[in-house]
């Protein structure tokens, strides 16, 4: 299968990308002059400029369009006011992910969706099936690029723009750059202040130039996929494919802080609501090295006799911390504090339950 590529794509081959497969897309994992682990560093201690348009986008208009998504996602719009953003998941019956994504509420007639790239086609399907009269589901994919900027001098680079950065965590509002109009969301996957700026695809180029120019002078790097792992393990943040799958719901992945309990319906409530009741899934937890072994997806989660406790779903090196780091599956038996056995490589490795995150987020900072 042809990989797509960002409308960025020249820009990643003309600053040195090492590009990989992620999610069907032709994606930057690392630039030359750095590497993840330089790329990382700018993230927590200045800003980075992350090209993540291989993200999905949808549209869903018509009237009652903000209740239809409340009534199949898993998270309660009500809960949030016109002008802000909800991390949401769409379930299976069988409580099993689909996918998670942001939902930005711009009217009660109108909500913008953003799924992960290899699910959108998923998503949107499942929508336009349960879609009433009266109710459009637009897949937007290819129409929109995304610039993520992260870090704590995020705001300098907005600043420099003329771009707004005085409204709250996990809000948006319009704007203009490069003489288009864009979308300023305070949302990010690193654990640091930032923005993502969703822009026409056809201008993502210029937007990403003057990105770049702005941001000369705090120091800011292009940052690929490679990086934005390591900062969202730091984090606990699940990724699909690793933390949440058909097979790993919403409860086992300790996020049933982005379900709606209280609401009368939506994809997966059933289920969802006996895993939660029962006690017994395995469920997500945080494993921080003893020693100096690194953890990778897959590997065993032992207690001390051997006996298997769970599975690691993501795991790597710690810029920030300098050690291994994982996120693993874990029976629900097993405590914070205990120390573990993984299997790394025909070596046992301790590690120590912990709740992540690993590193203090700044994300929420005012």
């Known amino acids: ?74 998270n309660d719009l009500a809960r949030i006011e016109t002008g802000k953003a909800q991390y949401t998941l769409c379930c299976d019956d069988d409580g099993g992910t689909v996918d998670d994504l942001i939902a930005y509420l711009r009217s009660d007639f109108e909500v913008f969706l953003i799924p992960n790239a290899a699910n959108t086609a998923a998503v949107v399907a499942r929508l336009q099936a349960a879609a009433p009269a009266g109710i459009e589901v637009t897949d937007q994919h290819r129409d929109h690029a995304v610039l993520a900027i992260q870090g704590p001098l995020s705001d300098e680079v907005l600043k420099a723009l003329d771009l707004p950065v005085d409204h709250e965590y996990m809000s948006f509002a319009d704007a203009t750059i490069a003489g288009q109009d864009i979308t300023v969301c305070r949302t ?35 940052c690929g996929l490679g990086a ?13 494919g ?30 969802l609501e006996r895993q939660r009741a029962e006690k017994t ?26 006996a298997e406790l769970g599975e690691i779903t993501s795991g790597t090196f710690s810029p920030t911390l300098r050690q291994g ?22 070596r046992s490795e301790a590690f120590t339950v912990t709740k992540p995150p690993f590193v203090q987020p700044s994300t929420k900072e005012s």
């Not at 590009?19 to 560093?41: I, N, Q, R, S, T």
């Not at 690793?242 to 289920?271: C, D, N, Q, T, Y």
């Not at 690194?294 to 207690?303: E, K, L, N, Q, S």
């Not at 780091?325 to 025909?346: H, K, N, Y």
């Open 188 to 222: 990010g996957y690193t654990g640091e202040r930032g923005y993502e700026l969703v822009v026409p695809s056809a201008s993502a180029g210029d937007v990403w130039d003057a990105v770049m120019a702005a941001g000369e002078q705090h120091g800011i790097r292009a």
């Open 228 to 240: 934005r792992d390591t900062l969202r393990t730091e984090m606990g943040y699940p990724l699909h």
């Open 242 to 271: 690793h933390e949440l799958s058909p097979e790993i719901s919403p409860v086992m992945a300790r996020a049933g802080w982005a379900v709606g309990w209280g609401k009368p319906a939506f994809w997966g409530k059933a289920a």
């Open 1 to 74: 299968m042809d990989l797509l590529h960002s409308p960025l794509h020249d820009r990643h081959v003309a600053l040195g990308a090492k590009l990989a497969e992620f999610g069907g897309w032709d994606m930057p994992l690392e630039y030359a002059g750095g590497g993840v682990l330089a790329e990382h560093k700018a993230v927590r201690e200045a800003v980075g400029l992350f090209d993540v348009s291989h993200l999905g986008k949808a549209l869903v208009r018509g009237t009652g369009a903000a209740q239809f998504v409340n009534e199949c996602l898993t």
């Open 281 to 306: 899934v395995r469920t997500l937890r945080g494993l921080l090295a003893q020693g100096r072994g690194i953890p990778r997806p897959g590997m065993t989660v032992a207690d001390a006799d051997g």
């Open 325 to 346: 780091i994982a996120l693993a599956l874990l029976e629900p038996s097993v405590e914070d504090g205990a120390t573990v056995v993984v299997d790394v490589r025909g």
